[in-house]
């Protein structure tokens, strides 16, 4: 089976509420290891953009209101193996963080997953038949929205018609990791209309 | 004619090569046949080619090694000669008898070889006699040669401790007496080239002798490599007679090469305990020597023995090494008026790099270099020279490197001076180096103070020097420049409110002279910093707090306030909407209301005159409506007025589907979970109501300017809203109001003139699929979704 990696992330705030990604995170980020990245949004500059670039040329990236580039995407879908993904920031969403307001955006996109930020906090739920995700903050930074924000970043390992979403979290100055296992149910198909 | 050149000189040495290889046959045939006579009249002639004047260093060069080759096999036979009954001291003389000097004196170094090895008479005796004797020869380059085969053949027949040849009246006193002798005779040779021909041939004959440095350089070597040679040896003989020879030579290209040669080639344990002399020697050298790249090769040599162990350490004190050093630099430059900025620099660069090895803990000597090369400098102005303004970097890095903590070369009084001296570009340079380093070792804490020092030592990144001139800066450069700027802000931290709050306060003094180019990068940074500590003091105990605290949210939140205002110069009011309302949330969490409603107030002026743009008027509005949704903190009078706004706002923007899209939004503005108190139905449906009159407005439109009416996928979008509070128990939100819009949707959807939209078909869909979801779930929401009908 081909590995198929999909590294999720956003809010890094650079340089306005963060230096840097956590040495940690970076010792992780290896180029080569991942497929494709997915960002949420809020690097907010170049010089993120381009180290991203290199850890993994394949990009999907979303505009944050902070972003330096305004030419980003507001959403995007795009299909990797089985699974259809969705993208957007997620400060266009309101109320800001309300489950079934992402529902609606993942309904609209007709996707499996969405993926989202903005909140700067983690959360993977399942949802009738699908999953939202948000990869939280990947430098920690300071959000209006939620405390005590732990820098976070979240994996996909998508494998036919089964994804296992890994979070890493750093707790502590210790790296974490958790996990959630989704299963889809049919495989991709056309639109019927 | 000399002019003649390449081309004549290898047709002379390959005339000179012949001629050697001719006799050096003749020579073989003899010593075959054991014939004595022969053999020394041949290989007379043979070295006879040798005599020659026409050929350079590097020529000749090639005919002696041919000519050093064909000796060795005359040397072998000597020896065996010897063995058949000749006395080594009759073949002594016989050679003697040589037409020409110069075979003449390469034959009986030849024989001297075999005569010392016999030990038929002490070592020192034979060197003696040859090292006279071959004074014969004052031509330079025939005898340095002839010296330099002496030196090759004696090597390993020097009365060294320990070797073969030592005895009662041989010592190594007298090997080194030789080597000492050979050198200094073949010193004086090679200075007396300097002086001969033509004044026009300086540059060839300075080349030329440059090719036989080595010659003369190989005796040192020879010197290090007697082991007799102890530090009290070196110190008490050989060091002061080579400096005398040195010194008196008066030849700049000599005293170059030498003393550059002792340095390398002796132990530094020697040059430690001989600093004094051999730093003496430095003033009394031709004032054309090159004298800073000796000290400075010598003080690296040091630089690097220090750091090859700590045991050393201890010596490097008891000699005082550093203060030797600084007094030396100090006098050479001193005597060097003409000395340019980049050599003084350079030896200065030397010195700390020596001083950061071997006396680490010692801020006060690196602080006094530093402040050496200030009074060096003063006078000068900014200095123009880049070879110079490199070599200040350096000098300004090395600290930084060494200590990696910005506190301590913040502590170097010295250091700011010396930043003054480097031109507008080269000191921009130099700060970005500084804020590197922060950035690589993070576990600095600041306080005000040290902050203050650090923005003035970086402040060519953080406003325009010069007023008058500006910066051709690149873009990209420019934006690198205040980005590592905001970075640094985020590293500037300290526990303590109070002093927090005053590092806030002189980070803020200093970014707001920075002119509007550099405040949209400054100001978010310094935002979020003070975002952070009223978060932390969110946290505290009120009744702890003291009365005189001046850190405080509301202090804070002014400060702020005054902040984004200055934004207002540069313009960037998408930037400062966004602080605004950043500011606004976080006064909400503060339960501070005038303050919050005061942000908004801010944020709306902001929306209503300084944003005209249509996308960054949608952006805006999103983040407005998603803020004002989550504040807590307005009484109804206020609410009702922002919220009022709000919905206007949205209903004017430029095209109709985002119109809609900001209209639904806001009736969230009505409905907030966790608060009973906002839950106004009623307000909620007028909300949808009037999103779907824009987005039949919307079809309409379409209608008239295409032909066809646009997508539906608007009215799915509402629908789902009305799903949405459907759920959460609005009880405006009929099934029938559902059901309806469901047909309308499906109505419009199968109408002819409607375009087709796969997007929104397949919307509608998983709304549907969703409705069924929920009937399926069980429990109060089964029965909630039961009567709709799909």
Same mark, same amino acid.
């Given at each position: ?193 | ?382 200095? @123009? %020279?880049? $070879?110079?303004?490199?070599?200040? +970097? &350096?000098? /300004?890095?090395?600290? #930084?490197?060494?200590? *990696?903590?910005? !506190? ?67 873009? @990209? %450069?420019? $934006?690198?420049?205040?980005?590592? +700027? &905001?970075? /640094?802000?985020?590293? #500037?931290?300290?526990? *303590?409110?109070? !002093? ?87 006064? *909400? ?202």
């Amino acid at each position: 089976m081909v590995l198929v990696l999909v590294l999720a992330l956003g809010d890094l705030h650079i340089p306005h509420r963060a230096p840097d990604l956590p040495a940690k995170f970076k010792s992780m980020l290896v180029p080569g290891k991942i497929q494709h990245i997915i960002c949420t949004g809020n690097l907010c500059i170049k010089d993120v953009h381009d180290y991203l670039k290199i850890v993994c040329p394949d990009m999907h990236i979303i505009r944050g209101e902070y972003d330096e580039e305004t030419r980003y995407p507001e959403i995007k879908t795009l299909t990797i193996g089985q699974f259809k993904i969705g993208v957007c920031h997620g400060h266009q969403i309101i109320p800001w963080g309300d489950l079934d307001s992402l529902a609606m955006l993942r309904r609209q996109l007709d996707v499996d997953i969405l993926v989202t930020g903005h909140t700067h906090q983690f959360t993977a739920y399942k949802h009738e038949g699908g999953v939202v995700i948000n990869p939280g903050s990947a430098t920690g930074a300071y959000s209006s929205i939620a405390y005590d924000v732990n820098p976070s970043f979240v994996l996909m390992d998508i494998d036919g018609l089964r994804v296992v979403v890994y979070v890493y979290e750093l707790i502590d100055g210790e790296v974490k990791v958790d996990k959630i296992d989704f299963k889809k149910t049919t495989a991709v198909t056309h639109s019927a209309y | 004619m000399i002019s003649d050149g390449v081309e004549d000189e290898d047709k002379w040495l390959a005339a000179g090569i012949a001629g050697l290889q001719q006799n050096a046959f003749y020579m073989h045939r003899a010593l075959d046949s054991n014939n004595l006579k022969d053999a020394l009249k041949y290989s007379a002639q043979m070295l006879s080619e040798l005599r020659t004047s026409r050929l350079s260093p590097h020529k000749y060069y090639e005919l002696y090694m041919r000519a050093f080759d064909e000796l060795r096999k005359l040397e072998i036979f000597f020896k065996e000669e010897t063995r058949r009954g000749c006395a080594i001291i009759d073949l002594y003389e016989l050679v003697q008898h040589a037409g020409n000097i110069l075979p003449r004196l390469y034959l009986l170094c030849t024989v001297g070889s075999v005569y010392i090895k016999s030990k038929e008479a002490p070592a020192k005796d034979v060197l003696k006699d040859l090292v006279e004797m071959c004074r014969g020869i004052q031509h330079p380059v025939r005898g340095l040669f002839l010296r330099s085969y002496l030196s090759q053949v004696s090597r390993d027949k020097l009365p060294d401790i320990g070797s073969e040849y030592e005895g009662d009246a041989d010592t190594v006193v007298d090997a080194v007496e030789f080597v000492l002798q050979n050198f200094t005779e073949m010193n004086k040779l090679w200075v007396r080239m300097q002086h001969q021909g033509p004044a026009r041939e300086k540059e060839k004959r300075e080349k030329e002798r440059s090719e036989l440095r080595d010659l003369v350089g190989k005796n040192l070597h020879v010197l290090s490599q007697i082991e007799g040679v102890d530090l009290d040896m070196y110190r008490n003989t050989v060091l002061p007679r080579v400096l005398e020879q040195v010194v008196n030579c008066k030849d700049d290209l000599a005293q170059y090469y030498l003393m550059d040669c002792i340095i390398q080639v002796f132990p530094d344990e020697y040059h430690l305990q001989t600093l004094e002399e051999l730093l003496s020697a430095c003033p009394q050298l031709q004032p054309s020597v090159d004298i800073k790249t000796v000290l400075s090769r010598l003080m690296e040599r040091l630089s690097n023995y220090a750091a090859s162990s700590a045991e050393v350490l201890p010596e490097f004190l008891q000699v005082e090494a550093f203060s030797k050093l600084n007094n030396a630099i100090g006098k050479v430059i001193e005597a060097q008026v003409d000395m340019p900025a980049f050599g003084a620099v350079t030896l200065y660069s030397s010195l700390l790099t020596f001083t950061l090895h071997v006396h680490p803990d010692r801020l006060d000597y690196v602080d006094r270099i530093l402040g050496a090369c200030v009074k060096k400098l003063s006078g000068k102005g900014k200095l @123009e %020279d880049s $070879k110079a303004t490199k070599q200040i +970097v &350096a000098l /300004l890095s090395a600290p #930084l490197e060494k200590y *990696n903590n910005i !506190e301590t070369a913040l502590k170097l009084s010295n250091y700011p001076r010396v930043m003054e001296h480097l031109d507008d570009g080269t000191n921009k340079v130099m700060a970005s180096v500084i804020i590197q380093s922060i950035m690589k070792n993070k576990t600095c804490i600041f306080t005000a103070d040290k902050v203050e020092a650090l923005f003035e030592l970086i402040k060519g990144l953080i406003k325009d020097l010069d007023e008058n001139l500006h910066d051709e800066l690149d873009e @990209e %450069d420019f $934006k690198e420049e205040q980005n590592s +700027v &905001a970075r /640094l802000i985020q590293m #500037l931290y300290n526990d *303590n409110p109070e !002093e927090m709050l005053k590092i806030i306060c002189t980070v803020r003094k200093h970014i707001l002279i920075g002119g509007p180019r550099r405040l949209p990068f400054t100001v978010p940074p310094l935002i979020f910093s003070s975002l952070k500590l009223v978060r932390r003091l969110q946290g505290q105990d009120k009744d702890t707090a003291a009365e005189e605290a001046s850190a405080t949210p509301k202090k804070i939140f002014l400060l702020l306030n005054q902040t984004i205002e200055a934004l207002a110069t540069v313009p960037v009011p998408e930037l400062a909407l966004r602080l605004y309302l950043q500011c606004a949330e976080a006064a *909400n969490d503060c339960d501070l209301e005038p303050v919050a409603y005061e942000f908004f107030t801010q944020a709306y002026i902001l929306y209503e005159e300084e944003i005209a743009d249509s996308k960054a008027q949608v952006t805006a509005i999103h983040l407005i409506i998603g803020t004002l949704q989550r504040m807590h903190v307005f009484g109804v009078e206020n609410r009702d007025t922002l919220t009022h706004k709000a919905t206007g706002y949205s209903a004017k923007l430029l095209k109709k589907p985002d119109q809609c899209r900001a209209v639904y939004a806001c009736s969230h503005l009505f409905w907030v979970d966790d608060q009973d108190s906002i839950k106004d139905g009623e307000r909620v449906l007028l909300c949808l109501k009037r999103a779907l009159r824009i987005a039949n407005a919307a079809q309409q439109m379409a209608n008239a300017t295409r032909g066809s009416s646009g997508s539906v996928m608007l009215f799915v979008e509402i629908l789902n809203k009305y799903i949405y509070f459907f759920e959460k128990g609005n009880s405006q939100i009929t099934v029938a109001a559902i059901q309806g819009l469901i047909e309308l949707i499906t109505t419009e959807m199968q109408s002819d003139n409607v375009t087709s939209d796969p997007a929104a078909d397949a919307f509608l869909a998983s709304t549907l699929r969703y409705i069924e979801f929920q009937k399926q779930k069980g429990g109060a929401v089964s029965e909630k979704y039961e009567p709709i009908k799909v």
